[in-house]
């Protein structure tokens, strides 16, 4: 066969795999849309499904008690402090921001945050940053239960401190959310 036509064949060949659907390299890219970051409505209704991270907001809002002092917000429960939420346009809580009274060392932070997310999740990485610490996690309820709006059951804890510089002794602030795709560390300290 001559050497133009196996180039041809080739090309052909790359052309056509290229094509085909369920080759792609990102899965989750295809089958997650953006699911909004909204404010999250009052007075809805339980559903069944997850209590904390990624629950109806009527459900979450059901287990939940109002911070007195911020009435926006929630108490975390575990320790003193409060919890700030926002939604995805269906109404699922897709981020929440957890903001203990006293610094937490790391590893009461990382209780406080695996306590919100589904019991089957589990740790896809975990990094250091010199201004924060990242952890992602996957969870097949999360995913069932959020259907397009996280297809691959994601979720990213975020440790933040007080300053520019994280301290695992001192962590301040608490991040949960599912804005990278599975796998990537892509947020900023």
């Known amino acids: 066969m001559p050497p133009t036509v196996r180039l041809l064949i080739a090309a052909i060949c790359l052309a056509m795999a290229a094509c085909t659907p369920g080759l792609s390299s990102s899965p989750s890219a295809a089958s997650t849309h953006d699911p909004g970051n909204v404010e999250c409505p009052s007075g809805k209704a339980d559903r069944a499904g997850l209590l904390n991270f990624g629950a109806y907001i009527g459900t979450w809002q059901t287990n939940r008690s109002h911070d007195s002092a911020l009435s926006s917000n929630y108490l975390i429960g575990i320790v003193p402090g409060y919890v700030a939420v926002r939604c995805s346009n269906d109404g699922f809580v897709v981020q929440e921001e ?83 795709r599975l796998g990537a560390d892509t947020r900023g300290c």
């Open 98 to 180: 957890i903001h203990p009274l006293f610094q937490s060392p790391a590893g009461q932070a990382l209780r406080i945050a695996l306590t919100d997310i589904p019991d089957d999740s589990n740790k896809v990485y975990d990094h250091a940053h010199a201004g924060c610490r990242v952890f992602q996690y996957r969870s097949s309820k999360l995913a069932h239960q959020l259907g397009a709006d996280d297809a691959d059951g994601r979720v990213n804890i975020v440790f933040e401190g007080d300053g520019g510089t994280y301290n695992p002794a001192a962590v301040r602030v608490i991040l949960m959310d599912l804005y990278d």
